[in-house]
């Protein structure tokens, strides 16, 4: 990330966070009202269905979605405005990924994801902190997910050498062509209809964090992998 970058995202963070908790209270009420709106129209009703009922609980249903997906926009601004945790500790990086696997086994069931798992005996350790970790491990298994809407395969792989921990995560999905790839981590980059752009951004950064590097291998129409490397010296530091 080079300079520019960091002043854009430092000049957002400080924005977004004062946006979210004006922009918060608003979106509970809402939601709330929204709720209300749905009883009444039972009460209205007597409980019947009719075709006007319907219709306003699509449009409600839809106030409410979107209503949804700001919350997770302002998230993710959040994400990257708040500072790194301070306390860092030694944690498994095979603890971590067993658990993102638990954590969206459903999700992966529903969509038809077959899911390999090959996990290093060795068990490599990073240091650092685990939830930002762990966030970052599920932005890039929703991104494999995502990129199989019809079904498919994710296979993750831990490793590690004399001088690295290795994490590979790899898709059989749409894949990148050059053009995307060189502008994937840039801040509001998506090429989803409902992507913040910054599900990968917020990526690097704990890759960074963690002293690591991450690197992508891409060909359309046959899948992507992500190649996570972190220093082992500064992982057994603790």
């Known amino acids: 990330m080079d300079a520019q970058d960091r002043d854009r995202l430092s000049t957002v963070g400080e924005l977004s966070t004062i946006l979210a908790h004006e922009i918060k209270n608003p979106m509970n009420s809402i939601i709330i009202n929204i709720e209300v709106l749905r009883a009444a129209i039972l009460e209205v009703t007597g409980g019947y269905e009719n075709s006007a009922s319907t219709r306003a609980k699509k449009y409600l249903d839809v106030i409410e979605g979107e209503v949804k997906r700001l919350d997770k926009?302002?998230?993710?601004?959040?994400?990257?405005?708040?500072?790194?945790?301070?306390?860092?500790?030694?944690?498994?990086?095979?603890?971590?990924?067993?658990?993102?696997?638990?954590?969206?086994?459903?999700?992966?069931?529903?969509k038809g994801i077959r899911l390999q798992t090959d996990f290093s005996k060795e068990n490599p350790s990073l240091f650092g902190s685990s939830?930002?970790?762990?966030?970052?491990?599920?932005?890039?298994?929703?991104?494999?997910?995502?990129?199989?809407?019809?079904?498919?395969?994710?296979?993750?792989?831990?490793?590690?050498?004399?001088?690295?921990?290795?994490?590979?995560?790899?898709?059989?999905?749409?894949?990148?062509?050059?053009?995307?790839?060189?502008?994937?981590?840039?801040?509001?980059?998506?090429?989803?209809?409902?992507?913040?752009?910054?599900?990968?951004?917020?990526?690097?950064?704990?890759v960074?964090?963690?002293?690591?590097?991450?690197?992508?291998?891409?060909?359309?129409?046959k899948g992507t992998t992500f190649h996570l490397n972190f220093p082992k010296k500064i992982s057994e530091c603790a």
């Open 208 to 221: 960074k964090e963690h002293h690591g590097d991450i690197r992508i291998e891409s060909e359309v129409g």
């Open 73 to 110: 926009v302002i998230k993710g601004f959040l994400d990257l405005s708040l500072p790194s945790q301070s306390t860092k500790v030694k944690f498994g990086i095979n603890q971590v990924l067993q658990s993102v696997v638990d954590f969206m086994a459903q999700e992966m069931k529903q």
């Open 131 to 206: 939830d930002q970790m762990k966030q970052a491990l599920i932005n890039l298994m929703l991104n494999s997910l995502q990129a199989q809407p019809n079904g498919g395969e994710v296979s993750i792989k831990t490793s590690s050498t004399d001088k690295w921990v290795l994490i590979s995560i790899q898709d059989a999905g749409f894949g990148m062509d050059e053009r995307t790839l060189e502008k994937i981590f840039n801040p509001y980059f998506t090429t989803k209809d409902k992507g913040s752009g910054l599900g990968l951004t917020i990526v690097r950064r704990v």
